[in-house]
């Protein structure tokens, strides 16, 4: 897919040469990808100092962590000319890294927004030959990028991509849990009694949920109401309005982190702005 003319050339991508393909083996094992923190882990602080091996090889679009420890552990990788095995050995700045003999160096940090259309899932690769949300964003940059959290196939809206596990992690923690604002048309007209409910708290099978604000979308009909989260649970928002007895007939994310939809149709991506990414870094 595209971009869009508004949005300029893409950047020029810096980063490993002749980076080696991952093998659709590898790639299923990122299906279900979804970096896992423990509620008491503290938010990165997105300091550029000396950073793990294995995260240095996933910047530089070598390939993803997990994969970096096996070729860590296969002794092909060197640090000013030594070879190094161990897993938790930190790359400081101005350290030669080689792969195979070659010079690499970090690969750019990359932040892309996508508004994702309907029937696409969120995985890597496939096995049963299904749409992927990679397959919209594989020209967007040369780095090896990843969905932040997951979608729906049927669900359509923002979905950001990116290379920085840092920003990755904060996006994800538990206590951190990026705004969400969803556009969503049910099958009936909705009670503005069960908006009341979304926002006191809703049992569901894993918990109680509460949504942060919900309401009627300005224009809309009375079957048309916004709904904003910040719990990352899977599919949270279409189990509440489920469970107060309505279908979902529409589910669009219009609001990520703060970022929007404007000027970005259905189907394309762009590049964060340096103040885009500047806000996310600093939110809290």
């Known amino acids: 897919m595209r971009q869009p003319k508004k949005t300029g050339a893409k950047p020029k991508a810096t980063g490993a040469k002749d980076a080696p393909k991952v093998s659709a083996r590898d790639k299923r094992k990122y299906i279900d990808y979804k970096i896992k923190v423990k509620k008491g882990d503290p938010l990165p ?6 950073i793990r091996l294995n995260k240095f090889l996933s910047n530089a679009g070598i390939c993803s962590r997990r994969e970096a420890d096996v070729l860590i552990d296969t002794g092909v990788v060197s640090i000013n000319g030594v070879i190094v095995t161990e897993m938790g050995y930190k790359v400081k700045p101005g350290d030669v890294v080689q792969y195979d003999g070659e010079t690499i160096t970090t690969g750019t940090k990359r932040y892309v927004l996508l508004n994702k ?10 096995p ?16 090896q990028i990843f ?8 669900t359509t809206g923002l979905m950001l991509f990116t290379n920085d596990g840092d ?12 705004r969400k604002l969803y556009h969503i048309e049910t099958n ?33 009909g009375s079957n048309e109401i916004g709904v904003e989260i910040r719990s990352g649970k899977n599919q949270v928002v279409r ?40 806000f996310l870094k600093m939110s809290k």
């Open 45 to 50: 602080s997105f300091r550029e100092d000396a």
């Open 117 to 126: 259309p309907k029937g696409y899932i969120t995985a890597i690769d496939d």
């Open 128 to 143: 049963r030959g299904r749409k992927t949300v990679m397959t919209l964003v594989s020209k967007a940059c040369r780095e």
């Open 147 to 154: 969905p932040v959290g997951r979608m729906e196939r049927d």
């Open 167 to 178: 920003m990755m992690k904060k996006l994800l923690h538990p206590r951190y849990h990026a």
């Open 188 to 220: 009936k007209s909705v009670a503005k009694e069960d908006l009341e409910k979304m926002t006191r708290g809703l049992d569901l099978e894993d918990g109680r949920m509460k949504a942060e604000a919900a309401s009627f979308v300005e224009g809309g």
């Open 239 to 278: 189990r509440m309005v489920e469970a107060l007895g309505y279908e979902v007939i529409k589910l669009d994310r219009v609001v990520y982190a703060g970022l929007t939809k404007k000027d970005l149709p259905r189907g394309y991506y762009r590049h964060l702005t340096e103040q885009e990414i500047a």
